[in-house]
């Protein structure tokens, strides 16, 4: 079996983003293990309008050719990284968005979290865990909060890499995303082959 194509998505689109450090950290890491297949994908290149369409991504594929261009991307990943920056005590806007413009491309793949902010992004990746269950996705436990301590040691100067407690979250949070991205697959894939029998 190839090894699962997972997507690290930017969660931010600001001039001003923290989220390039943590997404280059995670990705480094993941690419070491070398049982993932990294793609970093950031929402500044899918400038997805807020959601206008007539009809729920569920039934129909979307006008927007941004939005076909984006829904394209979800569907050939088989698991996602998300990074979640907290702004009042919930996800971004454009995130959201983003979750809400694909529909079936996300079933039965897992997702996970890197957050920041006050509380490590606690309560935006609370919220995006149920949206993730809504979508038919497969959250994980694990997850890597970033601290306000963390944070300002970070925009002082310290890399990422030098936390070890962060490592060690990334470590769990990665396998978990590894375990699920290839049983998952593998059961996607299985599941195709049935369909393909079923039709000949």
Known sequence: MSKPKIGIIIGSTREARFADKPTEWIASIAKARGDLDIEIVDLRDYPLPFFEEAKSPAWAAPESEVARKWDAKVAELDGFIFTAAEYNHGPTAVLKNAIDYAGREWNRKPVSFIG???????????????????????????????????????????????????????GAMLDDVAWWAKVLKAARDNEAVISEVKAA
């Open 116 to 170: 920041y902010g006050g509380v490590g992004g606690a309560r935006a990746i609370e919220q995006l865990r149920q949206i993730a269950i809504e979508m038919q996705m497969a959250p994980t436990k694990a997850a890597v909060h970033i601290l306000w301590p963390d944070y300002l040691a970070v925009l002082q100067g310290k890399k990422l890499e030098e936390l070890d407690h962060l490592n060690q979250a990334a």
